[in-house]
């Protein structure tokens, strides 16, 4: 079983930013694919960035140019960088892991993932 931990969330305006962090528990962190979901009050949970096992990643359309999804294997934490911050960015944030290799294409389907946090709330204000 592999525990997610999100952190990192908060409350700030347009324009601004926050890194959101995720804690792993699995033991062999490193294959493990891993991404970035967002569901707003009302919608559809969605993928916001993935990163697989072999470092490739992948955006949403709406958060390219703007988040950055990244990993650190030693201390085995996923990071979310995300600037220039808009309001409809906000939403609660997921942390989602699977072991092994996902395909690129595939790396923001939520049916890809056995794995979930907690989540970590942001709200942008205008």
């Known amino acids: 079983q592999v525990q997610l931990v999100e952190s990192g969330g908060g409350s700030v305006q347009a324009g601004g930013s926050l890194r959101l962090s995720c804690v792993a528990s699995?033991?062999?962190?490193?294959?493990?694919?891993m991404a970035w979901f967002r569901q707003a009050p009302g919608k559809e949970r969605e993928g916001v960035a993935g990163?697989?096992?072999?470092?490739?990643?992948r955006y949403a359309d709406s958060v390219k140019g703007r988040f950055t999804i990244s990993r650190d294997n030693d201390k085995k934490i996923l990071y979310l960088e995300m600037n220039n911050l808009k309001p409809e960015d906000t939403a609660m944030y997921y942390c989602a892991a699977v072991w092994g290799w996902v395909r690129p294409e595939t790396l923001l389907m939520s049916d890809e993932y056995k794995y979930w946090g907690q989540g970590t709330q942001v709200t942008v204000s205008s």
């Open positions: 990163i697989n096992d072999g470092l490739s990643t």
């Open positions: 699995a033991y062999t962190y490193a294959t493990y694919s």
